[in-house]
């Protein structure tokens, strides 16, 4: 599994290959790097959640009603499940979410030598802005390989992916790098903090290369450390160092946090502590979240959860209710 270890060293500013798109001529509006092929269609279907979507898991789109004036579903204490292949309903009365990302028949094939091993298998799915969304299965179910492709650390080898109109299939090294950096923070199960480094030193570290960060002790503030701020690595609990982690991971503001077992080295007590700082994040910052874990109760506090099993989404549930990690039990 691709790590932080992975974005050392890659390249911000080289020139570009030739033939290909050279950023630094080209006029940036509103998104740092532009697009290298046209939208699909599918695209603009999910930009209006009342027309018809791609369908999840394989098989042919299925269209998804549009959300009914006072619909109450989501204050009933229920999980709406969709079977295999689509959508599952979150409609309420608020406004539909516009979709940040979005995958279409999204397969990924490692070959080692003469063996092949396909982790995905023509995944179709939308993540919407602000959710809050679980990526649930066994080992080798394919969860990791696919935050990794939202996360811009892999490529597919076929099918579509996009964050916003970003073509994360068709992009460079050079414009994932740019990605990562300015849209994407990492949280992964271990924490990759350097030792020689106060908790503010690490936080502060990712400030250099943010465009717009917010300040580091802000960030720390976020998650409940800000005594421990002069402290190193070594004097903090394991949870301490994972809520270090996510600190750096928000202080550049990103619109989306993917999460990769963030729990998964921890006790239970401390393990809820963490899933109360990656809430917060969702809920104050409004930022887009996406975890990975193969502990089931964690599922109750998303919005969606998006079963995996063998490189395929098998179904959907919809929380109707979420539960605050306090609420949880394992």
């Not at 279409?104 to 993540?127: C, F, N, P, S």
């Not at 503010?200 to 503030?221: C, F, G, K, Y």
């Not at 809820?272 to 193969?294: D, F, P, Q, S, Y």
Request: net charge neutral; hydrophobic share 40%; with cysteine.
């Amino acid at each position: 599994m691709p790590s932080p270890e992975s974005l050392r060293g890659m390249p911000l500013d080289r020139p570009p290959r030739p033939g290909s798109l050279d950023l630094r001529q080209t006029p940036v509006v509103q998104h740092p790097w532009s697009l290298p092929a046209p939208l699909p269609a599918s695209y603009a279907r999910m930009r209006h959640p009342a027309a018809s979507v791609p369908a999840l898991g394989r098989g042919s789109a299925r269209p998804m009603a549009a959300p009914r004036p006072g619909d109450s579903s989501r204050s009933t204490p229920a999980v709406v499940t969709a079977p295999t292949g689509g959508f599952a309903s979150t409609a309420g009365t608020a406004a539909p979410r516009t979709p940040v990302f979005i995958a279409h028949r999204l397969t990924k094939i490692y070959r080692m030598g003469e063996i092949e091993v396909q982790a995905l298998r023509e995944v179709d799915l939308d993540i919407r802005e602000g959710e809050f969304v679980v990526l649930l299965g066994p080992s080798g179910s394919g969860k990791s390989t696919l935050l990794n492709i939202l996360g811009g650390l892999d490529v597919p080898t076929s099918g579509e992916a996009f964050w916003r109109d970003h073509d994360l299939a068709k992009a460079s090294e050079r414009e994932l790098t740019r990605y990562r950096r300015d849209h994407v923070g990492f949280v992964f199960q271990f924490y990759n903090l350097i030792p020689s480094l106060t908790v503010r030193e690490n936080v502060a570290l990712v400030t250099d290369i943010a465009p717009h960060p917010m300040s580091a002790d802000e960030a720390i503030d976020l998650v409940g450390l800000a005594p421990r701020a002069n402290h190193f690595p070594s004097q903090l609990s394991g949870g301490e160092q994972q809520r270090v982690a996510i600190a750096r991971a928000i202080v550049k503001r990103p619109d989306v946090l993917l999460c990769d077992e963030p729990t998964g080295a921890l006790d239970y007590v401390t393990g809820k502590v963490v899933l109360e700082v990656i809430a917060k994040i969702n809920a104050e910052l409004g930022t887009t979240a996406v975890v990975i874990t193969h502990n089931a109760a964690i599922a109750g506090m998303a919005d969606r959860i998006l079963h995996l099993a063998d490189g395929r989404i098998t179904h959907v549930d919809a929380n109707a209710r979420k539960l605050t990690p306090s609420e949880l039990s394992w």
